[in-house]
């Protein structure tokens, strides 16, 4: 971040974070405030540390985290929007069909493990098999890295269907109430249900031909970019390299106001140079390289293990087998045989 988008930022969340002056002492500024969460937020740097760089004793720090980052939520929140009408549902499906050669795609959708530090008197359902706590991120994510809904707060011990199957998302889209296309659909990972407009991979074992594997590598060529969303998180936010220590509810805090800066700087700063956070594909040797965010260690946002869904209905099936007749079709990318030869 820039110091004009500092500055910018700062003009927008003063009013709510500026104190009064009193009789007894003089309110600490709300540059300084800002400056000490952001530089937390960047540089995972405990309170301690900051403490000694900016002269301000921790437990004035811990008193006005949550604060400020309830205030960078409260005004930067609407960059995280989920589209309301087709036109802006077909701008995404447009812009995957061009970046990613899907075609009526909405969004890629993804889960992750936000770890918590050992909390004491913690409730047992934010304990994860892995003797973590930890509570889970949900997202979808267009075409160009951006979060465009954000789920925060389930218990890590929750499964990844019963995560979506609360989401407000899922209520809403079974409502009907977001003008979503009739031939739109989301992209996946295994651990979602399969569904007539959410697709995921088909299953390695039984039959599975050449059709099914270029639709796997398709679908996991969209789905990447929820994979990068959460790289570029990671690699501009180190506060995610360690289980993060704060309570549960600073926790959800914490992550939604790193999503909101994370959006708010994609859209607001377009030449802002991010490529080198993710993975790219040799179309001529048939491999992925790894973007430079793997080097990046992550401790507190991690992958969760997928637990395999069946009892897909009828039509769930043949909409997906349709996509994959497509692709082998009228729907062809040259390299696609070499990518999914790469394994052979």
């Given at each position: 971040m820039n110091e004009a988008k500092f500055d910018e930022l700062l003009t927008m969340v003063t009013?709510?974070?500026?104190k009064e002056n009193t009789m007894m002492r003089d309110?600490?500024?709300?540059?300084?405030?800002?400056?000490?969460?952001?530089?937390?937020l960047a540089t995972g740097d405990c309170f301690g540390s900051l403490e000694a760089l900016y002269r301000v004793p921790r437990c004035s720090i811990s008193s006005f985290f949550e604060a400020v980052c309830e205030a960078i939520w409260i005004v930067l929140r609407d960059f995280i929007k989920v589209p309301q009408s087709e036109s802006e549902w077909?701008?995404?499906?447009?812009?995957?069909?061009?970046?990613?050669?899907?075609?009526?795609?909405?969004g890629a959708k993804d889960r992750k493990l936000v770890k918590i530090r050992c909390l004491p008197n913690s409730?047992?359902?934010?304990?994860?098999?892995?003797?973590?706590?930890?509570?889970?991120?949900?997202?979808?994510?267009?075409?160009?890295?951006?979060?465009?809904?954000?789920?925060?707060?389930?218990?890590?011990?929750?499964?990844?269907?019963?995560?979506?199957?609360?989401?407000?998302?899922?209520?809403v889209i079974t409502a009907n109430l977001l003008n979503i296309p009739?031939?739109?659909?989301?992209?996946?990972?295994?651990?979602?249900?399969?569904?007539?407009?959410?697709?995921?991979p088909y299953n390695t074992r039984g039959e599975f031909n050449e059709k099914h594997k270029v639709f796997n590598y398709r679908?996991?060529?969209?789905?990447r970019v929820v994979e990068n969303a959460f790289g570029i998180l990671v690699a501009k936010f180190r506060i995610f390299e360690k289980p993060i220590p704060p309570t549960v509810s600073k926790v959800?805090?914490?992550?939604?106001?790193?999503c909101a800066l994370h959006n708010w700087l994609r859209k607001t700063t377009p030449n802002i140079n991010l490529q080198y956070s993710l993975e790219r594909e040799d179309w001529e040797k048939g491999c992925i390289i790894?973007?430079?965010?793997?080097?990046?260690?992550?401790?507190?946002?991690?992958?969760?293990?997928?637990?395999?869904?069946?009892n897909h209905t009828e039509n769930a099936r043949r909409v997906r087998n349709m996509f994959a007749e497509k692709f082998i079709t009228t729907n062809i990318v040259p390299w696609q045989l070499q990518m999914i030869r790469r394994v052979e």
């Amino acid at each position: 971040m820039n110091e004009a988008k500092f500055d910018e930022l700062l003009t927008m969340v003063t009013p709510l974070i500026q104190k009064e002056n009193t009789m007894m002492r003089d309110a600490l500024p709300a540059r300084v405030k800002l400056q000490i969460i952001l530089r937390h937020l960047a540089t995972g740097d405990c309170f301690g540390s900051l403490e000694a760089l900016y002269r301000v004793p921790r437990c004035s720090i811990s008193s006005f985290f949550e604060a400020v980052c309830e205030a960078i939520w409260i005004v930067l929140r609407d960059f995280i929007k989920v589209p309301q009408s087709e036109s802006e549902w077909r701008k995404i499906m447009n812009s995957f069909y061009k970046m990613w050669n899907f075609p009526n795609c909405c969004g890629a959708k993804d889960r992750k493990l936000v770890k918590i530090r050992c909390l004491p008197n913690s409730a047992s359902e934010y304990f994860y098999y892995k003797k973590n706590f930890s509570i889970i991120l949900f997202a979808v994510v267009d075409a160009n890295y951006n979060l465009i809904y954000i789920d925060v707060g389930t218990n890590g011990r929750a499964n990844d269907a019963c995560v979506f199957e609360k989401s407000t998302l899922n209520e809403v889209i079974t409502a009907n109430l977001l003008n979503i296309p009739n031939e739109g659909v989301f992209v996946a990972d295994d651990a979602f249900p399969l569904k007539t407009n959410i697709l995921k991979p088909y299953n390695t074992r039984g039959e599975f031909n050449e059709k099914h594997k270029v639709f796997n590598y398709r679908l996991s060529r969209a789905r990447r970019v929820v994979e990068n969303a959460f790289g570029i998180l990671v690699a501009k936010f180190r506060i995610f390299e360690k289980p993060i220590p704060p309570t549960v509810s600073k926790v959800e805090q914490l992550v939604k106001t790193t999503c909101a800066l994370h959006n708010w700087l994609r859209k607001t700063t377009p030449n802002i140079n991010l490529q080198y956070s993710l993975e790219r594909e040799d179309w001529e040797k048939g491999c992925i390289i790894p973007g430079e965010r793997r080097q990046v260690p992550s401790e507190a946002i991690v992958g969760i293990p997928q637990t395999r869904l069946g009892n897909h209905t009828e039509n769930a099936r043949r909409v997906r087998n349709m996509f994959a007749e497509k692709f082998i079709t009228t729907n062809i990318v040259p390299w696609q045989l070499q990518m999914i030869r790469r394994v052979e």
